[in-house]
């Protein structure tokens, strides 16, 4: 077993806040301590699975052109339907590409590969793992925050801040036209973006997938609400958040035409029947995804590429960075491939909720 | 002629950043200079219309309590159908109560008021003053930026940067997937918002509701953009933009359910088939109203608000404060009942936008 | 031992964002959800030693006027040499006035005190608590983060974005000159803010009061930086870092005027010797307490706030309530009473910091 | 005279936000709309005088590498002593170099040269183009926004964003210590940043060098604001501003130190002294040049970028771009080289902060 020499990283799923300081940091460790060759995979595992493969190395001149630390996104690119084990080809099919990677892995001459990717490319990233022969260590990534093991993933903080400002905003506008504002923020599995952003920006109502809700529950909290004098209130509902009747309120694309009809929407109109209310939407969609990543966000990512790197060096493949009890940790995959982390119903975060007198959903028995 | 002793303050028409440091200005010069007493006029026309009045009196203590140069939106409420002269009554009728408005004035004994609106409150002004007996005066406040004869209007500037910030965020995740994002912004008549954020977010494309476009246009910007190395792009459009056919792209509200299908939604369809790229429509909505005021809707705020009262001072009524030339000037309310300001088509931002080769629409004869 | 029915809330020493976030949700927990009285004491311990004694009661209604959420500082106002058992009298003398605590305590039949403060407070609110009969519970705050047994102190998050962001401006100025920037940050023992602040501000050294530096080891770092293409560098460095001699680098007042001739001056000036660079400092100072708290700062705030409600509810007194592995706990105070807690050596952040190659000081044996 | 071809691009003198879009705009308009070449020069002055000549070819795909229209500073680099009338040598001479910068002009075959620059670029700007034979216009920039003939310079708008926002973190802690802050500022000829930010900020006194003031002026307004039940006070005061004794309150180095006792340190210990109340100051010193330049900066810097151009392919050399009224025009360099623009003692802001009761000083004869 030789020594490393040469490592690729690249970024997979939906972009977030952060990327681009985890690749600086990986470089910085890899090139700068460690002497090693950095190769920056494009568009996420298709720059492994194309012919030619499509990569360009890293140095750390790179910095002084293009500010990585403080850059949104990934200069990497990256893609969503991605999956070398399940890959959606142009005529629909769906076909198994992961020899292709693990072949891209060798031609490429890689000793070792950071993956930086959510919750459902850790799942990927072990699997392919466990094709054997391939050396790679997870970054966790995603604005949803839903990845186990850790206690942050990158991007996450930022999301929950542009999500927090958006609500300072209609704060100001609701109060002046003494309206109900709702707020539609990403969370399609989990309400962590909701339920941090919703406290920390004086929501009143805050709708989970995790937890049931009434349409009894939210009117009565408006109403107390206007009995103490305040004559607007802000709810904030995550995207996966069900109707009454238990359905998805998705968005259509029908008739050459999106429409645009989500859970945001559908409240909108129940709630202000139940309390004749003047009620508004707002959707925020991809501004979530940040630009200029948060102090906490570019910690994280400066920890934690350092953190992988000296994995790699260790030659301790197999694991995810993480973040515990103020430091970075590692953990074995297979502890993170148990599904998306979601709220605990009595989780702090929902207690403080309940504590300051927001509606959060039905409670559930502790 | 007595002295001026009394005077009143409303908010009218939609909210927006810097509404409570005009009131702030207007209380600070009128208490604190004068020594007059201030009276704020519940939301909008409505407090001088209902019965019995609503107001409360305003003053300098206000102040230590209430941020209000900080503060956004407005302490005072306001509303969008408020017109005396055609007041819609809950059970459809449209009445004429402007009388009830004069009574009002008279029956609290302002000796002036100082009216803060935008375009539709100018001319509603114009024509209570016309009626005669009662001293306004306006001050001009309007994210759209459309009123006459002052180069901005209270509320604008922070519009214009709330959406540059989410330019600046959609640019880093449109470059990360190789997207055509596609931002909706405010401006039903006029376009201000969006070419001015266009120019100072990086758009390529601005589509403004002054200036026909093709589809043809947009999409040769876009493959112009390709060609040049870069995958992604962004375009800005103003809600007020038409679709190709010509017909308003609206939200509909039907069968118990909002649908968004807006001029962003056509726009993300059409362009997707004519490029082949994949795109993405975000509706900035109701943030565009802003939360704390920038610094420059503060300065022309304070400026304007001063003013304000130093012109009732003067009893110089039926006129409205500007900001022209690095100044603070008035001019009579007909110079502002011409209707909304409109971008010109060969006006210095479309021709500085041109010049950077951002497509803002079918150039017509200079 | 009857029931709780009224409560106060003092916060102590220096100030900081999230104070007011703290005392909303005390307020909103005990009045909303207990039905309890709060009374705010004013001016940290003073309000409560004076006489005739200074508070006053809170409210729900209270938040509809002021944004406690967002509104930086504390509205009850705080002292910073308040030590009731060493009490600095105007004479100069320094007397023992726990005692007028203890009376003002009952006094106003409190039945529990929330007291928001620093290291140094929670050492004095243990010593009152030694004293018996008066129930008191802790929530810690500090830009400093120097807090025994919490994670974050309320303030910390807001402080280290504002350095953050300031880095962020020095850097584009450094660049464009060609410069040596330092920033001088606050820290007079513990170089938290330094440290979190210079990893993700891009710092190429970063000089902590726990770690010995030298001349040279910084010079080092300088010549790399330049020698890979980059022409500027931008240093961090903690107020307490002492001089190369080891002697305090104090601002002096003599001679009627204040001279600033700091850490971050003297720093300035070895290492425009050391280097043949331009330099130039500067000390950012009171900003760094922060205006709007961050998100994570509001999020802090309430769940204490709402925490040692709780606490009090169940008569646990003597304790403080901790941010640790993503949730709230509360602690004796003994355990937090063991001075500042200072950075490792070896943990995390600064190991971070040097995978990524900034200086920070000499190396010591692991 | 043939046709343009081949222009060059340089900033001179200190750095501000939004110099970099202005090189961005002069490129897209020079390559994009003309097919010109584009060289931008290193330095300033220095790469056109030094030899080898010093620049670098200028491309559209810069762009999507770098981010110039929201990167803070200038790529290109700049000095603060690039005069060639009278540079500075190393020996302490300061001789004439202008032949080598008309030579270096020619060498490189420019046919024309855009230069951002200040009020005393402007002004060396006018003895080239004197001298004759060399094609260049003016885009002016700076912080200090004393240049003649336009309402803005490149940078100002930024500079008092970054003060503003400083004004509304030291107000909360401001308050919370029943304290008078005082915040020096850049300006060392005029008091635009100072008034600016001070209204904008909510400051009680704003002091600028061309008004005088007295302590007894000051005093009374802090007194006044205590009356008012206030018990805190903001203070912003022009680093250009004198002692009461009319001297200098500058930055001294000696003895190896360099010891900050500026007028913010002086005004400190007098209003401590004259109004009993605890004072603390604050120099923001190089933050004021900004990093990401404001939206507003931004729209300036593009269309000044292709005006300028414009100006160049029409031949129209010895202008310099200015705004006014809404819009980008051109002056001669004559109308602007007549020293700095100093503020108005009953201009416009001047009134309106008088109207909201700060004291600006003694009020002079109208």
């Known amino acids: 077993m030789g020594d490393i020499r040469r490592i690729g990283v690249l970024t997979s799923g939906g972009d977030c806040a952060g990327l681009n300081a985890v690749i600086r940091a990986v470089t910085h460790r890899a090139v700068g301590s460690y002497g090693w060759k950095v190769l920056g995979i494009l568009d996420g595992t298709l720059g492994l699975m194309d012919r030619p493969l499509r990569y360009t190395e890293m140095d750390l ?28 080809m142009p005529d629909g099919k769906v076909v198994d ?9 060798h031609r490429l001459e890689l000793d070792g590969l950071v993956v930086i990717g959510g919750d459902g490319s850790m799942r990927i990233l072990k699997q392919l793992c466990d094709k054997g022969s391939i050396g790679m260590v997870g970054v966790p990534k995603t604005i949803d925050n839903d990845v186990e093991a850790t206690e942050y993933a990158v991007g996450f903080s930022t999301a929950v801040n542009v999500v927090t ?155 995810m960075v993480a973040w ?17 982390r979601c709220l605990e119903p009595h989780g702090p975060l929902l207690n403080a909720a309940r504590g300051l007198g927001i509606y959060v959903g039905e409670v559930p028995p502790a």
Do not use: W
């Open 61 to 88: 001149d790179l910095f002084s052109g293009r500010d990585l630390l403080r850059a949104g996104g990934t200069v990497l690119g990256t893609v969503n339907k991605g999956d070398p084990f399940a890959f959606p």
């Open 324 to 340: 515990q009890n103020r430091g970075v940790i590692d953990v074995p995959l297979e502890e993170v491939c148990v599904g998306p």
């Open 97 to 105: 590409r992961s020899l292709d990677f693990v072949d891209g892995f």
């Open 165 to 319: 400002e958006a609500l300072d905003r209609l704060q100001a506008t609701a109060a002046s036209h003494h309206r109900v504002m709702i707020l539609e923020v990403m969370g399609r599995d989990a309400g962590h973006i909701a339920v941090n952003a919703g406290i920390a920006g004086g929501a009143d109502v805050i709708l989970v997938p995790e937890l049931p809700y009434s349409l009894e529950g939210i009117a009565q909290r408006i109403r107390k609400v206007q009995a103490e004098g305040r004559s607007h209130a802000l709810i904030v509902v995550a995207e996966g958040v069900k109707t009454l009747g238990g359905e998805a309120a998705t968005v259509s694309h029908s008739g050459g035409q999106t429409r645009y009809g989500g859970i945001g929407a559908y409240l909108s109109e129940r709630i202000a029947e139940a309390t004749g209310t003047e009620t508004r939407v707002t959707i925020l969609g991809h501004v979530q995804r940040g630009g200029v990543p948060s102090m906490r966000d570019r910690l994280l990512a400066s920890a934690f590429g350092v953190h992988a790197v000296d994995l790699i060096a260790q030659r301790r493949f197999g694991r």
